[in-house]
Nanobody
Framework: QVQLVESGGGSAQAGGPLRLSCVPS???????????LAWLRRTLVKEREGVAA???????SYADSVKARFTISKDNAENTLYLQMNSLKPEYTAMYYC????????????????????WGQGTQVTVSS
């Protein structure tokens, strides 16, 4: 059963932008009520690592490698989670996953995949130099 649906992946040039979107299934519920949401990525050589997370009050966390380049946001009216990626690098090439959890709210939402139980199937991002 698909719990979250990502879109927006594809091929992009280094230095350019790309925006990913994620919509939760009815089983998960509306974005507005989900305590924490995150984007994680997996490459050929690295297991899933947290990229960015946001809690229900809008507090965010970012991996050091993407700070100032990526922005996580959510639009409650559109019921959509976003990841705006700017100044792309080839090393950002990965499968990007949207994840959600009903854990406690936090001013520093976690980036560890073990803190999330609901997952999407992923969307591939390929950045060429």
């Amino acid at each position: 059963q698909v719990q979250l649906v990502e879109s927006g992946g594809g091929s992009a040039q280094a230095g350019g932008p790309l925006r990913l979107s994620c919509v939760p299934s009815k089983y998960i519920g509306r974005i507005y009520y989900i305590p924490r949401l995150a984007w994680l990525r997996r490459t050929l050589v690295k297991e899933r690592e947290g990229v960015a997370a946001i809690d229900v009050d809008g507090y965010t966390s970012y991996a050091d490698s993407v700070k100032a380049r990526f922005t996580i946001s959510k639009d409650n009216a559109e019921n959509t989670l976003y990841l705006q990626m700017n100044s792309l690098k080839p090393e950002y090439t990965a499968m990007y996953y949207c994840a959600a959890d009903r854990g406690r709210r936090s001013r520093s939402p976690p980036l560890d995949e073990r803190d999330y139980v609901y997952w999407g199937q992923g969307t591939q991002v390929t950045v060429s130099s």
